[in-house]
C-alpha cells in the first residue's frame, strides 16, 4: 500500500458515505463503532486495511475528542506507559476489530490520521499488523514505550509544515506515582516530513502529493519535531 492509498482509507474513515468510496478505490467495507471512536475494515485481494476515524470536533462523534485530553501516562499490558486516553479509545474498538479480522491472510496495514493514527500505531502492537501508516500522529507513549516498539513493524509518521497538533502532548504525569512526576512523551515510527501546510487530512493528501513531485519539507519548520 502506497502512503497516498493509506492517507485516502484514513480520510475515508470520516465520511458518512465511507462504504461507497472505498467501494471506488476496490475495498471491502465493515465499519466498526463505539459510542466515541470508529474504524473501518477494508480488504482488496491479498491486502487488508484497518483505518481510524481521528478527531471531529463538531456533532455527536466529538466525543471522541475528549480522548486527546486524559494525557496522564498508564501501564497498558506492554512495555513502558502509554496516553491514557489513546489506551481508553482503542479498547473501545478492539474487540470488534479483532473478530473482523478472523481467518485474513496476506498483508495488515493500519492507518489513520491526529488521534486515529496514535490509535492505529498502538493498535499494530496488538493485532499483529506488517505496516502502519499514521498520519499527524500525536505522541503516544514514553521513552520505554517507544524503545520496545516492535522493529518488526514497519511504522511511518508524516509530519506537515506548522502542524503544531502533531507534536503534542509534550509531558504526561505518571498515573499513581507517589509523589507525582511526569515523564517526556516519545514519537513512534519513522518520521516523513511532508511540504503541506496544517493539520487537516486534505492538508496531509496534498503534502503528500508534493512530495511525490519532489518537494521537500524545509528543515526550518520541523524544530521541536
Known amino acids: 500500500m502506497s502512503p497516498l492509498d493509506a492517507a485516502i482509507c484514513a480520510r475515508i474513515a470520516y465520511e458518512t458515505a465511507g462504504g461507497a468510496i472505498a467501494a471506488r478505490f476496490g475495498y471491502s467495507y465493515a465499519p466498526v463503532a463505539s459510542r466515541d471512536h470508529f474504524a473501518w475494515i477494508g480488504r482488496k485481494r491479498d491486502l487488508t486495511v484497518v483505518a481510524f476515524r481521528g478527531s471531529i470536533f463538531a456533532g455527536r462523534e466529538a466525543r471522541g475528542s475528549i480522548s486527546n485530553l486524559s494525557t496522564d501516562l498508564i501501564r497498558w499490558g506492554g512495555e513502558g506507559r502509554v496516553h491514557e486516553g489513546y489506551y481508553q479509545g482503542l479498547w473501545q474498538l478492539l474487540g470488534a476489530v479483532q473478530r473482523e479480522l478472523r481467518g485474513r491472510a496476506g498483508e495488515l496495514v493500519l492507518t489513520g490520521h491526529s488521534m486515529g493514527a496514535a490509535l492505529a500505531t498502538l ?103
Open 123 to 225: 493498535a499494530a502492537t496488538l493485532l499483529e499488523a506488517d505496516r502502519v501508516h499514521a498520519f499527524a500522529s500525536p505522541r503516544l507513549g514514553n521513552r520505554a514505550f517507544a524503545e520496545s516498539y516492535p522493529r518488526a513493524i514497519r511504522g511511518t509518521r508524516y509530519v506537515n509544515r506548522c502542524d503544531v497538533l502533531a507534536r503534542m502532548p509534550i509531558y504526561g504525569e505518571v498515573q499513581g506515582s507517589n509523589p507525582p512526576f511526569r515523564e517526556r512523551y516519545c514519537h513512534i515510527g519513522r518520521p516523513v516530513r511532508l511540504p503541506g501546510l496544517g493539520h487537516s487530512m486534505s492538508a496531509y493528501i496534498e503534502g503528500l502529493r508534493l512530495h511525490r513531485r519532489g518537494l521537500r519539507s524545509h528543515p526550518s519548520t520541523e524544530q521541536g519535531e
